[in-house]
């Protein structure tokens, strides 16, 4: 049964600490794309993938955010430093390429205190 | 242009009626509309996808109504069950494949009471 795995399932960390959220994307699928979800933004897209080279990350800050894909079997999304606002829950995805749509990952409740 | 509107927010029905949700899009480029159902702790999972050149899908007690002309589609559920109870959301996306992304609604809370 493919699916996408994401490590850690939670993580509490304080201010100024850094964070590191990992993906398994499906085997074969070759669109990777991270998602942040919270009660107030609901579902934002902060970066994608393809081919493991980086198509679009104007959703993510910057100055603290970094996302890469050092092979095909692994995404990662990086906080540092992490922030309170930075709480929410982060979706990794992955493309299927074949018309039904994206997959989601369990998702990393990640809280800052 | 690249929002997606939908609503209501929050959504209670009874046992066997029928939900419907609504979303609006402006953007005439994206080509391909998939609903999310996510329950509690997980992550969003593709329930039903229309495209524009159709203007009803069914699958199961899940119907996507289109039109494109207003720019908009709802989805509705028949003879809902309390295990329905779910958040749902519309996405609108340019890429039939799953390869572009993802602009999301803002998602209904669906409650579907015994």
């Known amino acids: 049964d493919a699916r996408v795995t994401q490590t850690p399932r939670h993580k509490v960390t304080e201010m100024g600490q850094e964070v590191t959220m990992r993906c398994q994307p499906i085997?074969?699928?070759?669109?990777v794309f991270w998602y942040r979800q919270t009660m107030m933004q609901g579902l934002e897209l902060l970066a994608y993938?393809?081919?493991?080279?980086?198509?679009?990350d104007s959703g993510m800050p910057k100055d603290r955010f970094s996302a890469e894909m050092p092979d095909a079997t692994l995404a990662t999304l990086k906080i540092q430093p992490s922030e309170p606002r930075d709480s929410a829950v982060y979706f990794c995805a992955s493309g299927l390429g074949e018309g039904v749509g994206q997959y989601f990952g369990p998702g990393t409740r990640l809280t800052v205190t | 242009q690249q929002q997606v509107k939908q609503s209501p927010q929050s959504l209670i029905v009874q046992k066997g009626g029928i939900p419907i949700i609504n979303c609006a899009y402006e953007n005439t480029a994206f080509d391909y509309f998939p609903w999310y159902q996510q329950f509690p702790g997980k992550g969003p999972a593709l329930l039903i996808a229309i495209r524009p050149d159709v203007s009803e899908k069914k699958e199961g007690r899940f119907t996507i109504s289109f039109n494109k002309s207003a720019k908009q589609f709802s989805l509705h559920i028949m003879d809902s069950q309390p295990g329905d109870s779910a958040t749902y959301f519309c996405a609108a996306t340019r890429d039939v494949f799953g390869n572009e992304k993802l602009t999301f609604g803002t998602g209904t809370r669906l409650t579907i009471i015994p």
């Open positions: 993938f393809r081919n493991r080279a980086p198509l679009d």
């Open positions: 085997l074969g699928h070759n669109t």
